[in-house]
């Protein structure tokens, strides 16, 4: 085994490939929480293939979160059992959804070392646990990767599903160790420790060698020629920023791979580099290529053979490229925008200057709060992460059809429904009758076959399929709650960076048609919400301010949509006629009494506006500390809230919750303080896109008061003590 990573240039294990993997050899469940290109994978191939070698009824499970990283790690198996003669029966075996029937019914036979994901686990490993009761039997090791992808409703779901499969190893007489890998992100020991709800050490020192890798941070210029909503300035977009900055980046001779958010804007990219480079330098033009999801097997492996050789200069990509390939030798990363998390920055960021080279990374920031914010404050990427990574295993939305699979797989007795704290959901379902209580037990009633309802990935309180009209072709699906937004008649509905236009949403049959087109525009859907608090929750008073985490019911009515060109220039608004939605769920508010804000200069009139624009503002910033996405958030303002005072409310988009609010919450001090440094940021002068404007405003952006944001928040912050969240 020693001989086999020699072979591949590896003389002695990093130090935390040592740490980690002398842990897990111990018995230890531990997270791997280093940097990219820091060799993760060695940390756990170590403690798996010594136990695959030393016991020949050994069985190892490798999970991951998207199928390209499975299979890059599948080859990698493949190569080091092919290089042991000692390992020839261990048989590394992808098990997904598109391995053929014989394939599975070889991994479930005849492997050693299974590589799957958490929706095959959830779907054939437990459902039918006793077909597969030798792998369960034997199961000494279970290696997550990317652990920091499993966030909100996903984490939460994916949680229990390991709980689960750790309570089924059990019942065999089998108690594995656990190894995660993660990217770099605040408490992954904690994060890890949620995931299975054990214990878990966290190894965090990275010990690779690392060459120097400068940051720049790029804010494109404000345009004159285009205005957007209610004349706010637009700025020039990150991709034809990005197009440019890649372009002169090769011609100064640097190996380039640029991320950009869909699968068009990799073509457009791609395109306007060379389009520059024909001006420029016409003998490096036919340099640069687009890489995306999608592309046929023998193409991609053409793109990086391309770059691996250094025939290919500059490369525009999805975030396929995020996981899963080793790409060495690049000199230079180009982010058209924030990926979302601090975690997915470095991840891409770290494609560069791999193997410990030196390497260039550039930031284009986006119109949007939380772009702004970090092209101004440097240090919240670069210094220690407060992102944290968000599950919330326990709510009971979620909790419900988990412990029903559960009880189907085994029956559960008190003690385990206690520690998971459902409790009162298991007694929900007793009174429901999908289970039944005998014996200090649960039992699942007769005829409850709850796996194939469970969509692990997916959100909870029903699904409306997305189906192309023409050929019948399931795209995707979409929460109920969320299709009155995302899939109303005429939305723009992206598929893998393909481009469609919504023909029809049905609720009642749990449809919506489509058809491909790209009219070169996007759309965003106008909500009104409003908002009811349902319970006490959690608040803290600091003089004319309270900070609370609260129950709440949140009722949106899409009332139409804004079609804006690419560019930022407003077309036009479009009034559609959808049917309410009503979301329980949980929400982070603060209350401020309205002497206070006079006495801070906001007058009564500007009270709304003031609010409003804060409340925009603290949406685009809440991904800074929560692992989430915008879209997974809402909010709400109103001048005449609970008992009558102003208030700012910004609530989780799922039933139940996902864990955002209360983070922000827990992290209100850091979350607010750079929401007003965000506003204090942008240099147009009453508010944009990059600060206070949303594009999913039911009220049309108005009023909106950028400087009454900033007094609202700075007299928020002043209240707030220091032993405060």
Same mark, same amino acid.
């Given at each position: 085994?020693?001989?086999?990573?020699?072979?591949?240039?590896?003389?002695?294990?990093?130090?935390?490939?040592?740490?980690?993997?002398?842990?897990?050899?111990?018995?230890?469940?531990?997270?791997?929480?280093?940097?990219?290109? !820091? =060799?993760?994978?060695?940390?756990?191939?170590?403690?798996?293939?010594?136990?695959?070698?030393?016991?020949?009824?050994?069985?190892?499970?490798?999970?991951?979160?998207?199928?390209?990283?499975?299979?890059?790690?599948?080859?990698?198996?493949?190569?080091?059992?092919?290089?042991?003669?000692?390992?020839?029966?261990?048989?590394?075996?992808?098990?997904?959804?598109?391995?053929?029937?014989?394939?599975?019914?070889?991994?479930?036979?005849?492997? #050693?070392?299974?590589?799957?994901?958490?929706?095959?686990? %959830?779907?054939?490993?437990?459902?039918? %646990?006793? #077909?597969?009761?030798?792998?369960?039997?034997?199961?000494?090791?279970?290696?997550?990767?990317?652990?920091?992808?499993?966030?909100?409703?996903?984490?939460?779901?994916?949680?229990?599903?390991?709980?689960?499969?750790?309570?089924?190893?059990?019942?065999?007489?089998?108690?594995?160790?656990?190894?995660?890998?993660?990217? *770099?992100?605040?408490?992954?020991?904690?994060?890890?420790?949620?995931?299975? =709800?054990?214990?878990?050490?966290?190894?965090?020192?990275?010990?690779?060698?690392? =060459?120097?890798?400068?940051?720049?941070?790029?804010?494109?210029?404000?345009?004159?020629?285009?205005?957007?909503? %209610?004349?706010?300035?637009?700025?020039?977009?990150?991709?034809?920023? @990005?197009?440019?900055?890649?372009?002169?980046?090769?011609?100064?001779?640097?190996?380039?791979?640029?991320?950009?958010?869909?699968?068009? @804007?990799?073509?457009?990219?791609?395109?306007?580099?060379?389009?520059?480079?024909?001006?420029?330098?016409? $003998?490096? !033009?036919?340099?640069?290529?687009?890489?995306?999801?999608?592309?046929?097997?023998?193409?991609? !492996?053409?793109?990086? /053979?391309?770059?691996?050789?250094?025939?290919?200069?500059?490369?525009?990509?999805?975030?396929?490229?995020?996981?899963? +390939?080793?790409?060495?030798?690049?000199?230079?990363?180009?982010?058209?925008?924030? &990926?979302?998390?601090?975690?997915?920055?470095? /991840?891409? @960021?770290?494609?560069?200057?791999?193997?410990?080279?030196?390497?260039?990374?550039?930031?284009?920031?986006?119109?949007?709060?939380?772009? *702004?914010?970090?092209?101004?404050?440097?240090?919240?990427?670069?210094?220690?992460?407060? $992102?944290?990574?968000?599950?919330?295993?326990?709510?009971?939305?979620?909790?419900?059809?988990?412990?029903?699979?559960?009880? *189907?797989?085994?029956?559960?007795?008190?003690?385990?429904?206690?520690?998971?704290?459902?409790?009162?959901?298991? $007694?929900?379902?007793?009174?429901?009758?999908?289970?039944?209580?005998?014996?200090?037990?649960?039992?699942?009633?007769?005829?409850?076959?709850?796996?194939?309802?469970?969509?692990?990935?997916?959100?909870?309180?029903?699904?409306?399929?997305?189906?192309?009209?023409?050929?019948?072709?399931?795209?995707?699906?979409?929460?109920?709650?969320?299709?009155?937004?995302?899939?109303?008649?005429?939305?723009?509905?992206?598929?893998?960076?393909?481009?469609?236009? +919504?023909?029809?949403?049905?609720?009642?049959?749990?449809?919506?048609?489509?058809?491909?087109?790209?009219?070169?525009?996007?759309?965003?859907? #106008?909500?009104?919400?409003?908002?009811?608090?349902?319970?006490?929750?959690?608040?803290?008073?600091?003089?004319?301010?309270?900070?609370?985490?609260?129950?709440?019911?949140?009722?949106?009515?899409?009332?139409?949509?804004?079609?804006?060109?690419?560019?930022?220039?407003?077309?036009?608004?479009?009034?559609?006629?959808?049917?309410? %939605?009503?979301?329980?769920?949980?929400?982070?508010?603060?209350?401020?009494?309205?002497?206070?804000? +006079?006495?801070?200069?906001? $007058?009564?009139?500007?009270?709304?506006?003031?609010?409003? @624009?804060?409340?925009?503002?603290?949406?685009?910033?809440?991904?800074?500390?929560?692992?989430?996405?915008?879209?997974?958030?809402?909010?709400?303002?109103?001048?005449?809230?609970?008992?009558?005072?102003?208030?700012?409310?910004?609530?989780?988009?799922?039933? =139940?919750?996902?864990?955002?609010?209360?983070?922000?919450?827990?992290?209100?001090?850091?979350?607010?303080?750079?929401?007003?440094?965000?506003?204090?940021?942008?240099?147009? &002068?009453?508010?944009?896109?990059?600060?206070?404007?949303?594009?999913?405003?039911?009220?049309?952006?108005?009023?909106?008061?950028?400087?009454?944001?900033?007094?609202?928040?700075?007299?928020?912050?002043?209240?707030?003590?220091?032993?405060?969240?």
């Amino acid at each position: 085994m020693v001989d086999a990573f020699a072979d591949r240039g590896i003389s002695s294990p990093w130090s935390h490939q040592a740490e980690a993997a002398e842990l897990a050899y111990a018995g230890r469940h531990v997270v791997i929480g280093t940097g990219p290109a !820091s =060799g993760k994978s060695l940390a756990y191939q170590l403690p798996v293939l010594n136990a695959l070698a030393t016991d020949s009824r050994a069985r190892a499970l490798y999970l991951s979160p998207t199928k390209a990283l499975g299979h890059d790690q599948l080859r990698a198996a493949h190569a080091l059992a092919a290089a042991v003669p000692r390992l020839a029966d261990v048989a590394p075996t992808a098990y997904d959804g598109d391995s053929p029937d014989e394939v599975r019914r070889f991994a479930r036979e005849r492997s #050693r070392w299974l590589f799957s994901n958490p929706e095959m686990t %959830h779907l054939s490993v437990l459902r039918n %646990h006793a #077909r597969w009761a030798v792998l369960l039997r034997n199961l000494r090791f279970v290696i997550v990767d990317e652990c920091h992808y499993y966030r909100g409703v996903f984490g939460s779901n994916v949680a229990m599903v390991l709980r689960r499969l750790l309570r089924l190893c059990a019942r065999y007489s089998a108690h594995p160790t656990v190894i995660f890998a993660s990217a *770099t992100t605040a408490s992954p020991g904690a994060t890890a420790a949620d995931l299975i =709800g054990q214990p878990v050490v966290e190894v965090t020192e990275d010990g690779s060698p690392r =060459g120097a890798r400068t940051v720049a941070l790029w804010e494109p210029a404000l345009r004159s020629d285009v205005i957007g909503e %209610h004349g706010a300035p637009v700025r020039r977009s990150a991709g034809a920023e @990005a197009a440019r900055v890649m372009a002169d980046l090769i011609v100064e001779g640097a190996q380039t791979l640029t991320f950009v958010r869909s699968r068009r @804007a990799a073509e457009l990219t791609a395109l306007g580099a060379r389009a520059r480079l024909v001006d420029i330098a016409p $003998e490096l !033009s036919d340099t640069v290529a687009s890489y995306r999801a999608g592309y046929l097997a023998e193409d991609r !492996s053409a793109l990086h /053979q391309a770059l691996a050789e250094g025939q290919l200069r500059g490369l525009a990509t999805t975030n396929a490229l995020e996981l899963g +390939v080793d790409i060495a030798g690049l000199d230079a990363v180009v982010l058209a925008g924030f &990926p979302g998390t601090v975690a997915s920055f470095w /991840q891409q @960021a770290g494609r560069s200057g791999r193997r410990g080279q030196g390497a260039l990374v550039v930031l284009i920031a986006r119109d949007d709060p939380l772009d *702004t914010y970090l092209v101004h404050h440097p240090a919240a990427l670069l210094d220690k992460p407060v $992102e944290r990574v968000v599950i919330d295993p326990v709510n009971p939305h979620l909790l419900g059809p988990q412990l029903l699979c559960a009880a *189907t797989e085994l029956p559960l007795d008190d003690a385990e429904v206690r520690s998971w704290g459902a409790v009162e959901v298991a $007694e929900s379902l007793v009174d429901d009758g999908l289970l039944r209580r005998r014996n200090g037990r649960y039992f699942p009633a007769p005829g409850v076959k709850p796996h194939a309802a469970v969509d692990v990935r997916g959100a909870i309180g029903g699904q409306i399929v997305i189906v192309e009209a023409g050929t019948g072709r399931l795209l995707g699906s979409v929460g109920v709650g969320q299709a009155p937004a995302a899939a109303h008649p005429g939305a723009v509905y992206l598929h893998q960076g393909e481009t469609y236009v +919504v023909d029809s949403l049905d609720f009642q049959d749990g449809i919506a048609f489509v058809h491909a087109e790209d009219p070169g525009y996007a759309t965003f859907a #106008r909500e009104v919400t409003d908002i009811a608090v349902t319970g006490t929750g959690e608040r803290l008073v600091f003089g004319p301010v309270a900070l609370g985490l609260v129950p709440v019911t949140v009722t949106n009515h899409v009332v139409g949509y804004l079609r804006r060109q690419l560019s930022g220039e407003v077309l036009d608004f479009v009034e559609l006629d959808m049917p309410e %939605h009503t979301l329980p769920t949980t929400a982070v508010m603060y209350t401020i009494t309205s002497d206070a804000l +006079v006495r801070s200069g906001i $007058e009564a009139t500007r009270i709304p506006g003031s609010l409003h @624009a804060a409340e925009h503002a603290a949406i685009g910033l809440l991904p800074l500390v929560a692992s989430c996405d915008r879209g997974d958030i809402g909010g709400m303002s109103t001048a005449t809230g609970p008992e009558g005072l102003p208030s700012v409310f910004v609530y989780d988009g799922y039933p =139940g919750g996902a864990g955002f609010a209360e983070r922000g919450f827990r992290r209100a001090r850091t979350w607010l303080g750079a929401t007003a440094e965000a506003i204090e940021a942008c240099e147009c &002068p009453s508010g944009c896109p990059s600060c206070v404007q949303s594009p999913k405003c039911g009220n049309g952006n108005d009023p909106l008061d950028k400087a009454g944001a900033v007094r609202v928040l700075r007299l928020v912050l002043a209240e707030l003590s220091e032993e405060s969240p």
